[in-house]
């Protein structure tokens, strides 16, 4: 009896330049799908200098199209390549806008859902980008009429529950966290300098401008204190001008991307991480910031509000309220007792999540998507 074969779609696989947490939550999916016995292919676009297809750690990778057109022309690959036979499940990862599956497969198809865009695409994309965005996730509900949906967090369930899909074909199943990589490491000092380090894509809608508004009233109440910005994207250019406008004595600095074990000891070294977006699907960051016993200050936003236990994790502060995180930030700079109770605190809950617990619930609910 040959192995049920599983589709994954997915604007990126784990080797593109640009891969984060959603492809990281997928991946460790698949693999628990590939530790079952299934033949996985995780369908994506290509990007520069990546091969057509590929494998990666017992599933097949196959490239088509780019980021601006994966949507348009997912139709026809489904039927070139993916219909005879149609794969025994499609999963589709709902990460950047709706490839409505359902409509071009006759596999059951289960949909993963991070977060939408919502009105948060106005702030990322010019005008007509985002209201195409918008009236592609309009769609959802009705194209996906028959799918379970797979969430990372109650925020991205109460959205999908607004929008009208009923509330039992949404299962919420936290992300996992590799505790071999994030942990508190004895012998790794904290920096010498107040440290608040931001990790994560350089793009419009996470908010680092926000941060950058604020820094000079932090600096004001906390005179030496540092801002480390790890990441790269295509909005690094215009935040380092912006730096440039509110930061006189070089006092951020850029590092891009980092290989993780170097991320992870800036992790450690930080004195706070820094959470600013205005919508976020869990926000992975801020518990592998606990793990590492770093204390987190996160805007109060969908995702963020359920990754982060308020006043016991990290402090949440109202989206867009300078005084606000200005405040916030220069309290758990400044006060060290309140620093090292959110630090525990954070390490504590980051180690309810594991990926094995994860990958195994999510496929479970994944798989309901099957005719019985």
């Known amino acids: 009896m040959s192995a049920p074969r599983l589709l994954a779609v997915n604007f990126r696989d784990p080797h593109h330049p640009e891969a984060g947490g959603a492809e990281l939550h997928l991946e460790e999916i698949l693999l628990e799908a590939v530790r079952r016995g299934w033949e996985v292919t995780w369908l994506a676009t290509g990007f520069r200098g990546g091969p057509s297809e590929a494998e990666h750690r017992g599933m097949r990778i196959v490239r088509r199209g780019d980021w601006y057109d994966f949507n348009l022309i997912l139709p026809g690959v489904l039927r070139r390549e993916f219909s005879n036979p149609a794969p025994d499940l499609v999963i589709e990862d709902i990460n950047k806008v709706p490839c409505f599956t359902p409509w071009w497969t006759k596999a059951p198809v289960a949909a993963i859902v991070p977060h939408l865009f919502g009105t948060t695409a106005f702030r990322e994309a010019q005008l007509p980008v985002a209201i195409y965005v918008q009236m592609l996730e309009a769609l959802i509900p009705s194209a996906y009429r028959k799918s379970p949906f797979l969430v990372i967090s109650e925020s991205?369930?109460?959205?999908?529950?607004?929008?009208?899909?009923?509330?039992?074909?949404?299962?919420?199943?936290?992300?996992?966290?590799?505790?071999?990589?994030?942990?508190?490491?004895?012998?790794?000092?904290?920096?010498?300098?107040?440290?608040?380090?931001?990790?994560?894509?350089?793009?419009?809608?996470?908010?680092?401008?926000?941060?950058?508004?604020?820094?000079?009233?932090?600096?004001?109440?906390?005179?030496?204190?540092?801002?480390?910005?790890?990441?790269?994207?295509?909005?690094?250019?215009?935040?380092?001008?912006?730096?440039?406008?509110?930061?006189?004595?070089?006092?951020?600095?850029?590092?891009?991307?980092?290989?993780?074990?170097?991320?992870?000891?800036?992790?450690?070294?930080?004195?706070?991480?820094?959470?600013?977006?205005?919508?976020?699907?869990?926000?992975?960051?801020?518990?592998?910031?606990?793990?590492?016993?770093?204390?987190?200050?996160?805007?109060?936003?969908?995702?963020?509000?359920?990754?982060?236990?308020?006043d016991e994790t990290g402090l949440l502060v109202p989206y867009g309220d300078d005084t606000a995180l200005a405040g916030a930030l220069s309290s758990v700079l400044s006060d060290a007792a309140l620093r090292d109770r959110l630090a525990a605190a954070g390490q504590k809950w980051a180690a309810r999540f594991t990926w094995p617990d994860c990958a195994r619930a999510s496929l479970d609910a994944l798989l309901a998507a099957r005719p019985r």
């Open 156 to 310: 991205t369930g109460d959205d999908l529950a607004r929008r009208g899909v009923p509330p039992g074909r949404v299962s919420v199943v936290h992300c996992g966290l590799d505790h071999d990589r994030y942990s508190v490491d004895p012998s790794v000092a904290k920096a010498a300098a107040p440290t608040v380090l931001y990790i994560g894509r350089l793009r419009r809608y996470k908010g680092v401008d926000w941060v950058m508004r604020t820094w000079p009233e932090v600096r004001r109440r906390v005179p030496g204190a540092r801002l480390v910005v790890i990441g790269d994207g295509p909005h690094r250019a215009a935040l380092e001008r912006v730096a440039s406008r509110y930061d006189s004595d070089g006092s951020v600095e850029f590092l891009g991307f980092l290989p993780g074990g170097e991320k992870v000891q800036r992790l450690r070294e930080a004195w706070v991480l820094v959470q600013p977006s205005p919508k976020e699907g869990w926000g992975l960051t801020v518990v592998e910031a606990g793990a590492c016993g770093t204390a987190v200050v996160a805007a109060d936003s969908p995702g963020l509000r359920d990754s982060v236990k308020r």
